[in-house]
């Protein structure tokens, strides 16, 4: 049986459950510790809550209202990919030292470290390196009706 927030992934690192094709973000918590806390919601509007643990590298380009998910993926070992590596790690039209990305990926095998990642078909961009992606606190999922539903107009 499913449990609410389980997370199982496919061999090519996409989240076979949930899927959150065409779903969104709906925000991101940075409580204390090297953690975040990734809100998002499926097609059919059930908010689900994630927390990224030992966060090593985190970035968010294009953060907006609406952000529609396109794939959202957690990728291990060789399963990483160097160029999507190099995107996470530099400013766009910068370029990324060989060494400093040799040292990332060399982290990410020996360390057994996620990458995950977060693509849009609009808005935001997501990459994390961290070492864990766990089921949120199951109260943001309880507030999920304040979270996806526009309030009423006075």
Request: include cysteine.
């Given at each position: 049986?499913?449990?609410?927030?389980?997370?199982?992934?496919?061999?090519?690192?996409?989240?076979?459950?949930?899927?959150?094709?065409?779903?969104?973000?709906?925000?991101?918590?940075?409580?204390?510790?090297?953690?975040?806390?990734?809100?998002?919601?499926?097609?059919?509007?059930?908010?689900?809550?994630?927390?990224?643990?030992?966060?090593?590298?985190?970035?968010?380009?294009?953060?907006?209202?609406?952000?529609?998910?396109?794939?959202?993926?957690?990728?291990?070992?060789?399963?990483?990919?160097?160029?999507?590596?190099?995107?996470?790690?530099?400013?766009?039209?910068?370029?990324?030292?060989?060494?400093?990305?040799?040292?990332?990926?060399?982290?990410?095998?020996?360390s057994g470290?996620?990458?995950?990642?977060?693509?849009?078909?609009?808005?935001?961009?997501?990459?994390?390196?961290?070492?864990?992606?766990?089921?949120?606190?199951?109260?943001?999922?309880?507030?999920s009706p304040?979270?996806?539903?526009?309030?009423?107009?006075?």
């Open positions: 049986m499913q449990q609410e927030n389980e997370i199982r992934v496919k061999s090519d690192g996409m989240l076979e459950i949930p899927d959150f094709h065409d779903g969104g973000l709906v925000g991101m918590l940075f409580p204390p510790g090297k953690r975040v806390i990734l809100i998002l919601k499926n097609v059919k509007d059930r908010v689900h809550s994630y927390e990224l643990d030992g966060v090593v590298m985190l970035r968010a380009d294009d953060v907006r209202a609406g952000s529609i998910i396109l794939d959202f993926t957690v990728s291990t070992g060789d399963a990483v990919r160097a160029d999507e590596v190099v995107r996470a790690l530099g400013d766009e039209g910068s370029s990324v030292a060989p060494s400093q990305l040799s040292r990332v990926m060399s982290q990410i095998k020996k470290l996620l990458f995950v990642q977060l693509s849009p078909s609009y808005g935001c961009e997501m990459a994390c390196i961290c070492k864990g992606i766990r089921a949120a606190d199951p109260w943001l999922a309880s507030i304040m979270l996806t539903t526009p309030p009423a107009k006075s």
